[in-house]
């Protein structure tokens, strides 16, 4: 009965920021972890940015410093802001929540973010 939606994908130029939202339906327990991933073609989904209920947070390594996770409990919304965008950046942004509590995981369908001139 949880569901999870993307959005705010969107073509920029490179050195642009964009952040993405993920808006979570129906409840997911206290104790959580929620994550951004992204694939593009011919790649593995990889792991960009994660948060837990604690606010606690880990980013990939090549996203350091330029990317940014937040959420908004109340508001039940995760958030990306990508700042300084490359085009190697461009991939399928899914967002991921681990519910601890309950012991399942949710997926999105994914936001578009394509960075190119």
């Known amino acids: 009965q949880v569901e999870l939606v993307e959005s705010g994908g969107g073509l920029v130029q490179p050195g642009e920021s964009l952040t993405l939202s993920c808006t979570v339906s129906g409840r997911i327990g206290s104790n959580y972890v929620m994550a951004w991933y992204r694939q593009s073609p011919g790649n593995q989904r990889e792991m960009v940015a994660q948060?837990?209920?604690?606010?606690?947070?880990h980013y990939r390594d090549v996203v350091k410093g330029r990317f940014a996770i937040s959420k908004d409990d109340a508001d039940a919304t995760l958030y990306l802001q990508m700042n300084i965008l490359k085009p190697e950046d461009s991939a399928v942004y899914f967002c991921?929540?681990?519910?601890?509590?309950?012991?399942?995981?949710?997926w999105g369908r994914g936001t578009q973010v394509t960075v190119s001139n």
């Open positions: 991921k929540a681990v519910d601890h509590t309950n012991l399942a995981a949710y």
């Open positions: 948060i837990d209920s604690e606010g606690r947070t």
